[in-house]
């Protein structure tokens, strides 16, 4: 949840009006303020650095391929 109000209150990447974290996903109600890949980009590259870390994990992939932006 750090990330997300990181994403909108520092980098300014997104407004985020509404989110909900789920046991093994999250849904996000963004508005956009750049384009969606490089918010995907940063969301999923700075959760799974830090969940990796904590989980004490290296060099395994922590989100899946693929998102549903919709």
Known sequence: MDTLHIGERERRFYDLPAYVVMPNHVH?????????????????????????????RTGQPFWQDESFDQ
Do not use: H
Request: proline share 10%.
């Open 28 to 56: 996000l109600l963004i508005r956009p303020l750049v384009p969606l890949p490089e918010i995907t980009r940063w969301l999923k590259g700075s959760t799974a650095r830090r969940a990796n870390l904590v989980l004490g």
